[in-house]
């Protein structure tokens, strides 16, 4: 049905801040308002299903689930994999590197149906809203961005009771713990996330422990992509959700990450990611026998790098597809099995094996036999090696003398 009303697509999750969203902007702007939801993981069809209902019945004049989860993958979460990032030794970017196909999948579909506005119901206190807008001015400049939450400085309490007005009555009670579920992992936020010294309980994390005995699987990889869990075969994110769901019964990919925000504060989140953790603990053992020194020194720098650009939103910067071609180049000798012992709130890699692992025996074995060098070889690589350092040491040390 045409009309004269403004076009606004919402970035919707079905929570308190985009439910408000609705209303507001259909009431208040008197716009014509197009929810979607971008699945990047973590959403059965049920739930989808549900937000699609509930944005329907506040009003919403369309609602779209724009699904995301391979793309993600393919455009993201594999580079992620290749350049075993794990922000601050820790984090494997679970929130941040999906919010990014988030917003890409809004700023696309936006355009579309030919929206005027853009809508997200971020706050002004995260990185959220960084993100979210950094990629629509990138790809739909032209398209005008709101945010009633942000921009109004909203309080929960004034939201719920906006919606009341509105007959909108729902027990809008406030969970204790945060959760946000995807692919790359789940993050928990909470009242002790807010302190800087304690810990999350063991009810905040939302698989609980349920698995005791000790296991051991097998993770195959082909050209650093995980393409088989012990004898199951099939494509990557599924043996992602397939080792997500052996190994977090186990409480296993449990920690708080500390870092620093977008907007230059630090923050703290927990989260759990078996399957992130595993997979590339797993991924990093496999490259230490199959790549050289050099290899692997350059591609933690730009892993790092990578990480970090991933993390501030900054995913569409051509730079981030020069990196990408330099980590798959990498990959094309990371190939083989790595074994995993699995036990509760910890797993270890045992080792690898793989035709292409640079720790052959017809070298040598370390500590104990060569057989490609004498001792003479040796005597005199050393005297080469120290020249430098001892030529520095001598003249400094004579003129300390003098």
């Known amino acids: 049905m045409s009309t004269n009303k403004e076009k606004v697509v919402l970035a919707f999750s079905g929570g308190l801040d985009t439910s408000y969203c609705v209303k507001y902007l259909s009431n208040e702007k008197g716009m014509d308002v197009h929810t979607a939801i971008v699945n990047t993981g973590g959403f059965t069809e049920k739930e989808l299903e549900e937000v699609e209902m509930k944005a329907m019945s506040l009003g919403a004049a369309s609602h779209k689930t724009i699904r995301q989860v391979e793309t993600f993958y393919q455009q993201c979460v594999k580079y992620l994999i290749f350049g075993n990032v794990l922000k601050n030794n820790t984090y494997p970017l679970s929130v941040s590197a999906e919010r990014v196909f988030q917003a890409v999948g809004i700023a696309e579909y936006a355009q579309e149906v030919g929206a005027t506005h853009i809508a997200h119901g971020s706050t002004g206190a995260g990185n959220d809203q960084v993100r979210f807008d950094m990629i629509f001015h990138i790809l739909c400049p032209h398209i005008q961005v709101i945010t009633p939450i942000r921009d109004m400085k909203l309080s929960r309490q004034e939201e719920i009771d906006y919606l009341a007005k509105h007959g909108v009555e729902k027990e809008w009670a406030q969970a204790k713990y945060s959760i946000n579920q995807g692919l790359w992992g789940t993050s928990v936020g909470g009242e002790e996330t807010l302190t800087s010294n304690l810990a999350l309980p063991e009810e905040a994390y939302p698989t609980q422990v349920t698995e005791t005995a000790?296991?051991?699987?097998?993770?195959?990889?082909?050209?650093?992509?995980?393409?088989?869990?012990?004898?199951?075969?099939?494509?990557?994110?599924?043996?992602?959700?397939?080792?997500?769901?052996?190994?977090?019964?186990?409480?296993?990919?449990?920690?708080?990450?500390?870092?620093?925000?977008?907007?230059?504060?630090?923050?703290?989140?927990?989260?759990?990611?078996?399957?992130?953790?595993?997979?590339?603990?797993?991924?990093?053992?496999?490259?230490?026998?199959?790549?050289?020194?050099?290899?692997?020194?350059?591609?933690?720098?730009?892993?790092?790098?990578?990480?970090?650009?991933?993390?501030?939103?900054?995913?569409?910067?051509?730079?981030?597809?020069?990196?990408?071609?330099?980590?798959t180049e990498t990959q094309e000798k990371v190939s083989g099995k790595v074994f995993v012992t699995l036990a509760p709130y910890r797993f270890q890699v045992d080792g690898i094996e793989s035709e292409n692992d640079l720790m052959s025996g017809d070298f040598g074995k370390y500590g104990e036999e060569n057989l490609s060098w004498s001792g003479e070889d040796v005597k005199g690589f050393t005297k080469m090696l120290a020249n430098q350092t001892k030529i520095y040491h001598a003249i400094h040390n004579k003129n300390n003398n003098d």
């Open 214 to 327: 000790v296991k051991q699987i097998t993770l195959h990889f082909k050209e650093g992509e995980l393409v088989q869990v012990n004898d199951q075969k099939n494509a990557p994110v599924k043996n992602i959700e397939y080792l997500n769901a052996i190994a977090a019964p186990y409480g296993i990919g449990r920690d708080i990450h500390v870092g620093d925000t977008i907007i230059g504060i630090k923050g703290r989140v927990g989260f759990e990611a078996a399957a992130p953790l595993i997979t590339i603990k797993a991924h990093h053992a496999l490259e230490k026998h199959t790549q050289t020194k050099w290899q692997q020194y350059w591609k933690e720098q730009l892993g790092n790098w990578y990480g970090m650009l991933v993390h501030e939103g900054q995913f569409l910067d051509p730079v981030m597809r020069n990196i990408e071609g330099f980590l």
